[in-house]
Every structure is written in structure tokens, then in C-alpha cells.
């Protein structure tokens, strides 16, 4: 069975750091582009990073972009987010997801997700 | 607000048929596939619909999609009770780099 497990969500104060991560299994981890996309309580879903099997392509919402980083261990079959100079916004229920499709990433889309972790950002 | 515009509320009764509507640009939906997912609040998203209108394995055939021009439509027919949960659609977005997500409907079974 295909499954996602995030951990390391928690409570930062604004400017903390955390890193989460996300165990995959019942894939070959390392043929699939991954991604983390999350939602803040009450509202929809908003992608954040993207990152391929290979792990040398990298995509970030310009929301993020220069404060996450997005990486993998396909030895360990596991994503991670660092997730740095944290803001009241990045409070959000972060989702892990596996990418499908063929050709360009242009077409990908998430076939499986993970039940997410909270990162609450407060002081 | 987001990239993708879609309806906030929808709502239909039990049987019948409900479409809801995902508008976009020539930079997303104009140039890239458009997917579906449905949300039960306090779960994760599931696949509904993905390049248009190809169903995963297991998603009914009451569940279908479409696309035209920058504009997607996402169709439910005979309306259940466990249908009731939030719709999202999304695409690559040329300009933005990145995946854009509509900001979802909340779908009611009167």
C-alpha cells in the first residue's frame, strides 16, 4: 500500500525554524516527483515546494522562496521542508504529496497525499 | 486570492446533478491540464480527476470532468449524501512557476 507520514509539525515562535518530514512507502520513492503543499485552518490548499525523483529539480511559491527548502533522501525514502524565519501566515497543516504523470512536470499531478502536519506559528 | 477562481458554495439535492466551475488564464488552464480533488474537512485531499477528464481507478463514474479554452468544469451526477465535501482544481502556471490551486467550493447535499 502507497502511504505519506509527516512528522516535526509543531508550535515556533515568529522567526523559528522547524524541519518536517515525510516517510513514503509501497513506491519507488526515488522514480516520483514530490511535493509539500499546505493549508492554513478554515482555508484551501496552497502548493509551496516541488521537488523531482532525481532531485535536481526544484520549484518554490514565491510565498516561500528564499525561507523553505526542499530536499530528499531517496536512500531513506523520505521528503523533508526546512522551514526558516517562520511568519504568523506559514500557520498551516502541511501536506505531503506524491506526484503522477509522464513528460513534462508541466502535466504532474498529486495521485496520493499524507494526513498532514500542523505548524502553528505564535509567540 | 487565488489564481484559479471557483464558486465558494454549491449546492444540490440528493440525485440530481451539480457542476462547479474553475476559471483560469492562458498562463494555467489555457496551456496546462487541469485535476480535481475532493476534501473531507479534517482529512486529506483525494484525486477526483486528473488531466481533464481521466478518473483514477475507483472514483465513480458520477464524477466527471472537463476543459474549454481557460475554463474547467468539474460534474457530479446522481448527488449522494457522502459527496458533500470541499472541490478544489489546480494547474501549472506558466508565468508563476509553480502549481495554483482555485480557492475551492464547499459542496452541500440538501
Known amino acids: 500500500e502507497v502511504q505519506l507520514l509527516e512528522s516535526g509539525g509543531g508550535l515556533v515562535q515568529p522567526g523559528g525554524s522547524l524541519s518536517l518530514s515525510c516517510a513514503a512507502s509501497g513506491f519507488i520513492f526515488s522514480n516520483y516527483g514530490m511535493a509539500w503543499v499546505r493549508q492554513a485552518p478554515g482555508k484551501g490548499l496552497e502548493w509551496v515546494s516541488t521537488?523531482?525523483?532525481?532531485?535536481?529539480?526544484?520549484f518554490y511559491a514565491d510565498s516561500v522562496k528564499g525561507r523553505f527548502t526542499i530536499s530528499r533522501d531517496n536512500s531513506k525514502n523520505t521528503l523533508y521542508l526546512q522551514v526558516n524565519s517562520l511568519r504568523a501566515e506559514d500557520t498551516a497543516v502541511y501536506f505531503c504529496a506524491k506526484y503522477r504523470g509522464s513528460g513534462s512536470h508541466t502535466s504532474w499531478y498529486f495521485d496520493i497525499w499524507g494526513r498532514g502536519t500542523l505548524v502553528t506559528v505564535s509567540s | 486570492q487565488s489564481v484559479l477562481t471557483q464558486p465558494p458554495s454549491a449546492s444540490e439535492t440528493p440525485g440530481q446533478r451539480v457542476t462547479i466551475s474553475c476559471s483560469g488564464s492562458?498562463?494555467?488552464?489555457?496551456?496546462?491540464?487541469v485535476n480535481w480533488y475532493q476534501q473531507i474537512p479534517g482529512t486529506a485531499p483525494k484525486l477526483l480527476i486528473y488531466t481533464n477528464n481521466q478518473r483514477p481507478s475507483g472514483v465513480p463514474d458520477r464524477f466527471s470532468g472537463s476543459k474549454s479554452g481557460t475554463s474547467a468544469s468539474l460534474a457530479i451526477s446522481g448527488l449522494q449524501s457522502e459527496d458533500e465535501a470541499d472541490y478544489y482544481c489546480?494547474?501549472?502556471?506558466?508565468?508563476?512557476?509553480?502549481?495554483?490551486f482555485g480557492g475551492g467550493t464547499k459542496l452541500t447535499v440538501l
Open positions: 489546480t494547474s501549472w502556471d506558466d508565468s508563476l512557476n509553480g502549481w495554483v
Open positions: 492562458n498562463a494555467n488552464i489555457g496551456a496546462n491540464p
Open positions: 521537488l523531482t525523483g532525481s532531485g535536481r529539480g526544484t
